[in-house]
């Protein structure tokens, strides 16, 4: 039997959005790659899940590979441009869609839960000026710990107590 990790499972679609996303950015070595996954995601990916997901790709024309001292560096095809900018299509209408089922719960429930991340998605959506990208990756760190601790038996409101505290000292900056 086999056993699936959490990269085998992202794997399957994820991570190759996240791999066309970066290399959106302009051409990377499979090893950056696999430095930004890990930024971005907070696991790092098996060499075993990056490689053959890059030949597959190299394959289908969404990426070419140009070898250089012994590296092979990807870069997007014009194929390859075309799906991602069908992702960002795709992620904007289930952004869409979420923050609609977010409003109609915090409406239906009046839960404080759902009515604070209705307010998140709202600033978010005001005007985030940072790049997505590297919002993730200045917040992966944190995301992860409060995961963690949620994972746990830690009181959810000395979390909250913990993350409010960071946000007053991040608006004195």
Same mark, same amino acid.
């Given at each position: ?75 997007? $095809?014009?194929?390859?441009? /075309?799906? &991602? ?7 904007? @209408?289930?952004? =869409? #869609? ?53 994972? $746990?038996?830690?009181?959810? /409101?000395? &979390? ?7 946000? @007053?000292?991040? =608006? #004195?900056?």
């Amino acid at each position: 039997m086999h056993r699936y990790s959490d990269t085998d499972i992202m794997a399957t679609g994820i991570l190759k959005m996240i791999m066309l996303h970066i290399m959106k950015d302009g051409e990377a070595s499979g090893y950056d790659i696999i430095k930004k996954v890990e930024a971005i995601s907070g696991k790092k990916p098996s060499t075993g899940s990056i490689y053959p997901l890059l030949k597959k790709m190299e394959r289908e024309g969404w990426i070419s590979g140009r070898a250089e001292d012994g590296k092979t560096y990807y870069s997007l $095809t014009e194929i390859g441009k /075309e799906h &991602v900018a069908q992702i960002n299509e795709v992620k904007h @209408d289930f952004i =869409k #869609k979420l923050h609609q089922s977010i409003a109609l719960a915090s409406e239906t429930f009046e839960d404080a839960d759902v009515q604070d991340l209705m307010k998140d998605m709202h600033d978010l959506h005001r005007g985030m000026r940072v790049p997505v990208k590297e919002q993730i990756e200045l917040l992966a760190p944190l995301i992860h710990q409060v995961a963690d601790h949620l994972e $746990t038996d830690t009181d959810r /409101e000395r &979390v909250r107590s913990v993350i409010l505290r960071a946000i @007053d000292e991040l =608006k #004195k900056i």
